[in-house]
């Protein structure tokens, strides 16, 4: 993306009279100055100011303001040449001149939209080619006629060259020059410049004058030079260019050219031993060649200013908090956030980080350290690890999210680590609060962890009946136990063996009532969510369990069928509980019109081909109808006239709450199957078991 | 005179049919501790193959709710075959529609469970004065 800073800042909204008045003035005298050196045999200017004035103005005026300044400019150009042309010669010169400010205004225009910035390459190779070389091609096709028209010495081929090595030496180093002024000229009036940024111009300009006039302006006998002196104002010049810009070298380079060309006018400078109008010609190459090199150091130094600015205001703008390491890990740069965040024994060790702080020695001194805090320990190793994998370019991301109390609240961080784009390598942590996300997170969690007790309790009010009957079992049991040990105690008080036998019985018959109304109080209660390591097959065995009653009085013959090797699993036993319990009753709830004789329902657990754990529950009804497949596990889909539809959705949330995916497909022979996958306690790792909690907590 | 079990000098021969294995050996021991000859059948084909074979029990406690054979089928099934012992059903559900459909099917007595020894003797008496 290229980012184009335009200033924005030019004459459109100066009224014409203020424009004129100032631009008559600076015209004259430029045109003063251009009479002023001229090569001696084909008589054109060696310098021509007004062209590098009449572009700018151009440039930065209402189109409807041009026939003004074009008249203003052939005004000045009369009232200095008239006294030393002829009309005829004024007036051709006047068309080559207005053609190639035209020509230039226009392609400026059309390139840059406006006064051009010329703080990068691209825009100062743009400039060059309009400014430097077409527009000055032009003006010299035109004027160079005036060899011909006015029957002078020097033939047309010389007259052209004149023309357009002196507007090509104008538009390189005084155009740039008046393009900033007028791009500029409000920032300028309001004086946002400091004092101490005045004073360093004013000095440099200075400068520039003193050393450009002891190099070029003595005139040294016997054909004697200083060389090494014609070197010298190129110090203040591209000082100039560093700090102020192409505005800045322009200023200086059209110093050094005025004052180089006054110097070969009288006879001195670097090249004063060659004829007359050569010494200029060469003079006329050597400070375009000087100007070329300066001017695309200030573009190239602008650009990376730019870059430079852009890049600090948009990391202090970041509310985030970002520090950038170099390849080792050594943090060298951080946005003000980051400095503002005060470390405040966090969990995170880069908390409280400076420039020149090493991120990983800060990891690994945590990690040596004896403090017992566990959590910090397993956060910094995770941290460290994620590093140094970013560093090395193993890991393209790393995202970490922790919890950490503020000001007395909670609160939740995330820290990502990504590549620094840089050939020396590095990388750049972004730190950010996502509290409100994650508390709107957690009110939805917590929202749908009540729909889901919600469906559970209303299951259960469906299995009332079943749940009543699973108790009335032991507790006959119990009773007939009890009644036969009174019996046998009457009868024969001392043979204790028979009734020890029938108590045997009513303890276990008691623990199985017991086990009955704990799972009952489980799957009523809203409690907290608890990701532990489950065994599948106790799980399908405590859910057969359950629907037990249901399933007899439905006549459903249910069979569990686990794998010897399925892992374990790490879930909320409750509710996994509730998915099978949910699944089972649909299950059977689908066989209803089955005869009694084949209604047969399979719960197995087996290990997936990838390591994870299959949960599936098949029965053997009229399998699921086109009409809801694929819409099965929506909320509000079902195919029961009683039936609210929210079963299966909120057994695909639980499901999808503990990283697992659940589908439901068509048996080959009657009925169908719903499948639940989960990954397995070893596959899901410790790093995966705080965010399955925090996101079901 | 009705004969009860507790007085009956001859014991009386009672079947028990359930699949919950602890309510088959609670209810064999209750009625075996009360002086009655009790066998328990885990289902009610066991039960019918048993009679096939010559078991013949006075009285029959039969568990509504069992997988493949229901007590209702195995009543219709003693019904088809013109009778069996007398029949009190025992079932672990509530409400009034098993009691009506279990005594259409030919049952003397529905008991709920859990049922004490004393709703037990008493309802077996009926079903005897019955039969």
Redesign the interface.
């Known amino acids: 993306m290229r980012i184009k800073v335009s200033p924005n800042n030019n004459l459109r909204d100066l009224p014409l009279g203020l424009g004129l008045a100032a631009f008559v003035p600076v015209c004259l005298l430029g045109n003063l100055l251009g009479a002023l050196v001229r090569f001696p045999e084909i008589g054109s200017a060696v310098l021509y100011p007004p062209y590098a004035i009449l572009v700018a103005v151009l440039v930065a005026s209402p189109r409807r303001d041009w026939p003004w300044y074009f008249a203003a400019s052939v005004l000045t150009h009369a009232l200095v040449g008239l006294s030393r042309w002829p009309l005829t010669w004024l007036l051709l010169a006047d068309v080559a001149n207005a053609a190639r400010a035209l020509v230039a205004a226009l392609l400026l225009i059309r390139l840059f939209r406006g006064v051009p910035a010329l703080d990068d390459m691209r825009s100062f190779a743009l400039f060059g080619l309009a400014g430097v070389v077409i527009a000055p091609a032009v003006g010299a096709t035109i004027g160079a006629a005036n060899a011909i028209v006015h029957d002078m010495p020097a033939s047309y081929g010389q007259m052209w060259v004149g023309w357009f090595v002196s507007n090509a030496l104008t538009g390189l180093t005084m155009l740039p020059g008046f393009l900033v002024a007028v791009g500029n000229w409000r920032f300028v009036v309001r004086r946002r410049w400091s004092r101490a940024r005045m004073l360093e111009a004013l000095i440099l300009v200075g400068a520039t004058v003193v050393i450009s006039a002891l190099a070029f302006l003595p005139h040294f006998d016997g054909g004697r030079t200083i060389g090494v002196l014609f070197y010298a104002p190129g110090v203040p010049v591209l000082w100039l260019a560093l700090r102020f810009g192409a505005g800045g070298a322009s200023v200086g380079m059209s110093i050094v050219t005025i004052l180089g060309i006054l110097g070969a006018g009288r006879g001195s400078g670097p090249f004063h031993y060659l004829p007359p109008d050569e010494n200029l010609l060469t003079l006329q190459f050597f400070l375009a060649l000087t100007a070329i090199p300066l001017l695309c150091i200030a573009a190239v130094d602008s650009a990376r200013t730019r870059a430079v600015q852009l890049y600090r205001s948009v990391l202090s703008s970041l509310e985030d908090q970002v520090a950038i390491l170099d390849a080792r890990g050594r943090v060298f740069v951080v946005n003000e956030s980051w400095q503002r965040f005060a470390s405040s024994g966090h969990i995170c060790p880069l908390e409280g980080l400076q420039v020149g702080d090493d991120a990983l020695v800060a990891c690994q001194q945590v990690l040596r350290a004896s403090e017992p805090d566990f959590e910090r320990k397993q956060f910094t190793r995770r941290l460290h690890a994620g590093l140094t994998a970013v560093l090395s370019g193993e890991e393209k991301r790393i995202d970490l999210e922790y919890e950490n109390p503020m000001n007395g609240e909670r609160a939740w961080f995330t820290l990502r680590v990504e590549p620094r784009r840089h050939s020396d390598g590095g990388a750049v942590m972004t730190r950010a609060n996502v509290t409100d996300r994650r508390r709107t997170q957690l009110e939805l969690d917590n929202q749908r962890q009540a729909l889901a007790h919600l469906a559970r309790v209303g299951m259960l009010g469906q299995l009332s009946g079943a749940l009543a009957h699973e108790l009335r079992q032991p507790l006959t049991s119990i009773l007939a136990n009890a009644e036969a040990a009174r019996q046998m105690l009457e009868r024969n008080p001392r043979d204790m063996r028979p009734v020890s036998a029938a108590l045997n019985d009513i303890m276990s018959q008691n623990r199985r009532a017991a086990n009955v109304i704990d799972g009952l109080r489980a799957m009523l209660k809203r409690g907290e969510t608890r990701v532990q390591s489950l065994d599948p097959s106790v799980l399908v065995h405590e859910v057969l369990e359950i629907a037990h009653g249901e399933l007899v009085s439905r006549g459903v013959g249910a069979t569990a069928v686990v794998s010897p090797d399925v892992p374990p699993l790490l879930a909320d036993r409750v509710q996994l509980q509730q998915v099978l319990l949910n699944l089972i009753l649909n299950a059977c709830e689908a066989m209803d019109a089955s005869p009694r004789s084949v209604r047969r329902l399979q719960v197995a657990a087996a290990p997936t081909p990838s390591g994870d754990v299959c949960l599936s529950v098949s029965d053997v009804g009229p399998g699921i109808p086109d009409a809801l497949n694929g819409r099965l596990f929506e909320p509000f889909v079902t195919n029961k006239p009683d039936g609210l539809g929210l079963g299966l959705s909120i057994a695909r949330t639980i499901v999808a709450a503990h990283g697992g995916r659940i589908w439901a497909e068509n048996n080959p022979g009657p009925g169908a199957t719903v499948h639940c996958v989960f990954a397995s306690a070893s596959t899901s790792g410790p790093a995966r078991e705080p965010l399955a909690a925090a996101v079901l907590a | 005179m009705t004969t009860t079990p507790r007085d009956n000098p001859t014991r009386l021969r009672v079947a028990i049919v359930d699949?919950?294995p602890?309510?088959r050996?609670?209810?064999e021991?209750?009625c075996?501790?009360?002086g009655m000859d009790a066998t328990a059948y885990e289902s009610g084909r066991k039960f019918l193959e048993a009679l096939d074979n010559g078991a013949a029990p006075a009285c029959l406690l039969l568990d509504a709710?069992?997988?493949?054979l229901?007590g209702l089928d195995v009543l219709r099934m003693l019904a088809s075959r013109g009778g069996g012992p007398a029949t009190i059903v025992?079932t672990?559900?509530?409400g009034p529609e098993i009691y009506a459909r279990v005594i259409a099917a030919g049952a003397v007595e529905c008991l709920?469970?859990?049922?004490?020894?004393e709703d037990l003797v008493a309802a077996i008496e009926r079903a005897m004065a019955c039969s």
């Open positions: 699949d919950e602890s309510v050996s609670s209810l021991r209750l075996s501790v009360m709710h069992m997988p493949e229901s025992i672990a559900d509530d709920q469970k859990p049922i004490t020894a």
